[in-house]
């Protein structure tokens, strides 16, 4: 099974989309242009919302997408160790953009600390930057999701 690359359901964008397979009936859909993800298991009236948004942020619930199909789109989380995240932010479906928040290694005194235990690196929030609705590719680059190397 591949990916492939095809028009994004959600934003229309042309080969931003990547479509992975699931199993022979179902793939997933993440979207490098708008951000935002779904897959074909996640369909409104068929699958229990209710339950999966129960953790989830409200502005994640505002924000959410449903598709032609009945899909439901949610805002991606970008959380690479070392590197950085990248999250939607904002206090409603009106008020809100693509962040991204970059990571730094932590000192010799930190590492000892409880909640840092097995952790190398640490948000700054120093580094925070807002990047609007249409920022999802920005981002990531942002925080270098697109300079990892292979086999580094």
Known sequence: MTDNLITCPK??????????????????????????NTSDLIREGE??????????????????????????????????DGLGTVFANGTSKDDWQWSGIKSVP????????????????KSDSKTLENFGQEGYFEACDY??????????
């Not at 925080?143 to 580094?152: A, P, S, Y």
């Open 11 to 36: 934003c229309k964008e042309a080969l931003a989309c990547y479509k992975t397979p699931i199993n022979e009936f179902h793939s997933g859909y993440s979207c490098l242009s708008c951000g935002f």
């Open 47 to 80: 699958y229990d919302i209710e339950s999966y948004e129960a953790e989830m942020p409200e502005l994640y619930k505002d924000i959410k997408h449903v598709d032609e199909e009945g899909r439901v789109w949610y805002p991606n989380v970008v959380n690479i």
């Open 106 to 121: 932590l000192t010799e005194e930190e590492k000892e600390m409880p909640r840092f235990k097995g952790k190398t690196h």
């Open 143 to 152: 925080i270098g999701l697109f300079d990892i190397k292979e086999n580094e």
